[in-house]
C-alpha cells in the first residue's frame, strides 16, 4: 500500500524539505553484499543468522546515520509499543480473520493504479497488464477490492513503488536512514515513495480537489494500522530471536528492497514482512 502516514508532513513545504533533505545522499549508494546476507525460518517467523555478520556484510558503512538512527528508531519502537501494539491487539482479537483479508484486499487495490504507472515506467509491461486486470477485475467483481477474485483467475499481485523504479533506473539507495514513526528507508526510497507515488494516485488527487482532509488523514491512519496489525507477529518474531533488533531491522529491510527491485530474482529469501510502511502523501496544493 502507499496510502500511509501521509498527514506527518504536508503541503508545498513537506516536498520541498523531504526532497531537499535527501537529495544530496541520492547517488552515493554504495555496492553492497546483500547475496551473502541469509534470512533463515524460525519458528513460523523471521531470524537473521548471525545478526552481527550480517549486519557487516549488508552495512559497507552504509549507515553513517546510525547514532540518530538508533535514537529515532527507539522512539518508534516507543510509539509502536504504546500506541499501536494495543489498537492492532484488539482488532487482530476482535475482528474474524476473513473480514480483515477483505480490508486489507481493499486498500491494496486502492495502490493499484501506482503499481500500473510504475510497472510501465519499468518497461514492464506484461506486469502492467497483470496490474490492470487485477484491478478492474476486484474493483468490479471483487466489491470494490475486498474479494482477490483476480489472484483465483491466475493474476497474481505484485506491488511497485518510484523507489523500485529509480533502483531499476540504476539510483543507489544512498545512505540508511531511520525516519520517524515512517521507519526505514533511503534517500531513493523517500523520495520516490513520499514526494513521486502521490502523483500517481488518482483517489489522492480526488480527496484533494474537494478539500476532504479528514478523509484522506482516516484512510492514512487505518492503512498503517492494517499494515502494522499484519507483521506485528513477525516482527515480535524477529525481536525475540535478534542479538541486535536495529541491525537486523536494517538488513531485513535492504534485503526487501533489494529484492522487489530485481523482482525476486537475484536473491535466494523466504518472504520477508513490510517492515516499513509505504507512503502516501498528500498533493501540493
Known amino acids: 500500500m502507499t496510502r500511509k502516514w501521509g498527514w506527518v508532513l504536508t503541503g508545498r513545504f513537506r516536498n520541498f524539505a523531504v526532497g531537499a533533505i535527501f537529495a544530496a545522499g541520492l547517488f552515493l549508494g554504495t555496492a553492497q553484499a546483500d547475496d551473502q546476507a541469509r534470512v533463515l525460518s524460525y519458528q513460523g517467523g523471521l531470524i537473521a543468522q548471525s545478526d552481527i555478520q550480517l549486519s557487516q556484510a549488508d552495512d559497507n558503512g552504509n549507515d553513517p546515520l546510525e547514532s540518530m538512527n538508533r535514537a529515532i528508531f527507539s522512539f518508534n519502537e516507543g510509539v509502536q509499543e504504546g500506541l499501536l501494539r494495543p489498537i492492532v491487539n484488539t482488532y487482530n482479537s476482535t475482528v474474524p480473520a476473513t473480514g480483515r483479508q477483505a480490508l486489507k484486499n481493499m486498500f491494496d487495490n486502492l495502490s493499484s493504479p501506482i503499481t500500473f504507472v510504475n510497472d510501465v515506467l519499468q518497461f514492464e509491461f506484461e506486469r502492467a497488464l497483470v496490474t490492470f486486470m487485477r484491478t478492474f477485475l476486484n474493483t468490479t467483481v471483487g466489491m470494490a477490492g475486498m474479494v482477490d477474485m483476480a489472484s483465483e483467475m491466475g493474476f497474481q499481485k505484485h506491488s511497485e513503488d518510484f523507489g523500485q523504479t529509480l533502483g531499476v533506473w540504476g539510483v543507489g539507495e544512498g545512505f540508511y536512514v531511520v525516519l520517524p514513526i515512517l521507519g526505514p528507508s533511503n534517500p531513493r526510497d523517500a523520495i520516490g515513495r513520499l514526494l513521486i507515488d502521490s502523483y500517481f494516485d488518482p483517489l489522492g488527487y480526488y480527496l484533494d480537489n474537494v478539500d476532504a482532509d479528514e478523509v484522506d488523514l482516516a484512510l492514512d491512519v487505518v492503512d498503517g494500522l492494517l499494515e502494522y496489525a499484519d507483521v506485528v507477529e513477525e ?51
Open 235 to 285: 516482527l515480535d518474531q524477529i525481536k525475540k530471536t535478534s542479538v541486535d533488533y536495529y541491525a537486523a531491522i536494517r538488513s531485513l529491510y535492504r534485503q526487501k528492497r533489494n529484492a522487489e527491485i530485481s523482482n525476486g530474482q537475484n536473491l535466494d529469501l523466504p518472504p520477508i514482512p513490510d517492515l516499513a510502511p509505504e507512503i502516501r502523501s498528500e498533493l501540493p496544493a
